[in-house]
Structure formats: C-alpha cells, structure tokens
C-alpha cells in the first residue's frame, strides 16, 4: 500500500499501532508531512517557503523493517562501501538525497524561479542531488481539509510541550 493510491488519517490516534503495519504507518506519516507543509504554506503565506521532498530511494536504515538483515550489514559498511552498494542499487546515499534538499534550498533562495511554498518535490523521478519534480495535481488525499486536520493534530501533540504560550 502506497500513501499516493490510499490513505486513512485518524488523527485522534497518535501513535504507530493506530495502524496495522509499519509500511502503512511509514506511508502515513510521509503523507502527513506533505500535508504539514501544505497547511503551513497557506497559514504563513508570505513568511515562509515550505516544501515536502521525497529524496527518492536512498540507502539508509528504513530497510531495518522489512529487510533487517540488510539494515545490520550497512551499519557496518563504510562510505565508500555504501556508495558502491548505492550505486549498484540505483539508489542514493544519504550526502546524495540530503543533496537534494540543499539545492532546492538553494533554488528557491535565488529569487524567480519556481517558488512554490507547500510544494512536494518527489525524488523518484530525479537524477542524485536535484530535487524531483513539483507535484501539484493527482494526489486525492491532498487536500486542504487534511492539511487542517494534520496541523489541528500536531498542535494537540505539541501543546503539552509548548512554553510562552506558542499554541
């Protein structure tokens, strides 16, 4: 299952047994982070450049859920090994993928261009160290009444913790 083919947020559970897998919850919670940044967007219309970015698929531990076995024999591989193993994989290393998101810091700091506050920038579908493609259309779940629910459900988290009266 995929955030971009189904997607059920209930925010009144907070917590990863509020869903039947680890893959599902990992879905939930990418898709929670476009619709933070989405809502943020439109709250601080203005003020601030938010984007989503999916770094497209990198070496990094996330496999400790699915595949454990690899997560333990890259804790023990050095740069140069994981570089090879990227490489072989077609995927990115984590310089790479975090790459992506400085250039489009760097992009959307350049003044005109494509400044899309709340964009979703999907890594997939770019070379290592661009940022992929803005995403604005096809994504039934995005929407602004998500978005709300989202930041609405991070507030009632984050309240607790507040100081100075943020929230």
Known sequence: MTASKTLKLNTNKTHAHAHPSSKQAYCV???CNVLFSDHLATREAGKVLTAAVDPGPSITQIVRYELPQRAKQRQGMSAAQLE???????????QQAAGQLSHLVRQLGEGPGE???GGFYLGIAS???QPGPLITEGIPWRTPEQAVKVWEASVRLLRPFAT???F
């Open 84 to 94: 090879r193993q990227a490489k072989t994989l077609g995927y990115r290393t984590p």
């Open 127 to 129: 070379t290592p160290g």
């Open 164 to 166: 100075d009266g943020v």
């Open 29 to 31: 919670s990418k898709a």
């Open 115 to 117: 400044q899309v506050s």
